[in-house]
């Protein structure tokens, strides 16, 4: 049969650096896959090392810093994905060259699911009738998928690998065959079929998936609200420039209006002056040649010798000079000209530039105003213990280590009134024990200073601006120690998959919840604003924020 490539495999099913099948998948918080040893040499050479498919961030630099065994530790604190190892080791055998186990040099028609055994057509037959195999589920290679191969291939055990696992010990949560159960795990009181293992198992998964659902929902909700808030941006932009437009259309036309209205006066006034000089011109020009013209009768006399008709002109000719207007300054019609003057204030055309340009200016409302928006999302604020990893776009805290201390994370942003701020927890760090999957604690509470300048101590006890319940123990900020509760602490028996939040009412009284229900009272009098408190104590691997709902209030 013609064997399958490694180009011809979904590209899910490879590495994104070294473009081969995945090998020791890790999952990282984006949800894509990278091969464990490609994992760490992308941290060790890459700033920041972004995810290469989508950039979202898988650790920051800070993380970096310590070469390739903190590399190391990082890339194994990322889950290993067992469902894409099964599905990669299961497309490795489909693409090999198929041969009967059986038979030299003749191509297989089928698989064993069982046995693991490629078989020919006749040994296929032969594998059917054997009595210790013809229950065996035997699927033909031509119609099989490395989905199916997966999902069908049996459990082996991992100590006898030719035994199958028909049991599950929960004590150690490993499959464990028959001879297994009679040996190592006879001590263990807990053992169940894998059957009902499995179904217990996808019975989780599938409540994860709605979980998941859910949460797809919201963002959808989400999405359409800042779409619709687009649209109304837009509308509200184009209505904007419109009114602008139309103000400035009306602003021009008394511009216009204005400079008209000037340009019209000075015209007229002007006219009225040029018509008065015009007359004084007209005027001076007439008594100009009066002048002359009894300047010339002077001159003819001067030349006469007859003293007799002289001495009886000049008589008459004195007569007449002094009865000519002979002013020698300009008259007053003239200086009409010095009436006209165009005043321009020039300090209220600058009041109104200065007020044109602050006219109608646009303004982005304050966040304060927003203070009525429904919380949708829990999100960890960056300053967090040192033992602490943030990733899901910091919605998710995982532990770094063993250990019970620096596990503090803080929400980002303050509690609202009558909002539920709830984590749940996702694995723990499991020890053989006989408390089986018990947990020490998680402790929760609220701080009430800003987590950027908050400085975190190695333990939520040791925070002095904090309220936290930590199993059955209650600390405030207003007792150095901390109040011992003998009532029965809903913290003492959390596991896996439980979930703690808390929240605040209009009294500033601040309320514990666990798995969904209210579990009354921790603290009364809390300031304003105050911000959520995780502490992944004991053995807490991992908790992630969920959405933030409304406290359903009870009579």
Known sequence: MATASPQDVPGERECSICHELLTVPKLLPCGHHLCRHCLVSWIQTKADAPCPLCRCAIVHSKEQEGGAAKAEAIADGFPTDLFMEKLVEAERLLSKDHHCCV????????????????????????HRKLSMSKNHAVEYLASLTAETLASKRPCVCAAHPQETCRLYCSSHATPVCWLCASTKHRACSDLIELHDKAEEAGKSLEALVDKLDLG??????????????????????????????????????????????????TRRETEYIKAAVQEAKEHLLRRRGKLRTHKGVIRQGQGMENREVVDKMITALETRVEELDQIDVLPREALVLSDL???????????????????????????????????????????????????????????????????IVLAQDPLKTDFLYEVQIVYQHVTVSKRRHKLETLAVGVVTVDPTTILLPDKSADLHSAFVLNRNWLKTPNCDEAVVLYSTAPLNCLRGGDRVGVSLDSDNRLHLHVNGQERGVLAEGIPRPCYPLFDMCGKVGQITALPVTKVMKTN
């Open 341 to 407: 003057e165009l005043t321009l204030d020039k300090a209220a055309v600058s009041r109104f530039e200065q007020e044109l340009s602050s006219f109608g200016q646009v303004q982005v409302a304050p966040a304060d105003n927003f203070s009525n928006v429904t919380p949708t999302v829990l999100r960890f604020h960056e300053n967090h213990g040192q033992a602490v990893r943030l990733g899901n776009f910091q919605q998710t805290a995982t532990k770094t280590g063993l250990h019970c201390n620096h596990g």
């Open 103 to 126: 038979c030299e040099d003749v191509a297989a028609t089928a698989l064993c699911l069982e046995c693991g055994d490629m078989l020919c057509s006749s040994c296929e037959k032969g």
């Open 216 to 265: 797809e929902a919201e963002i959808d909700r989400v999405l359409a609200s800042l779409d619709q808030h687009w649209e109304k941006t837009d509308a509200y932009a184009a209505t904007a420039i419109s009114e602008i437009e139309e103000i400035r259309h009306g602003l021009e036309r008394s511009v216009r209006t204005w400079e008209q209205g000037l340009k019209e006066e």
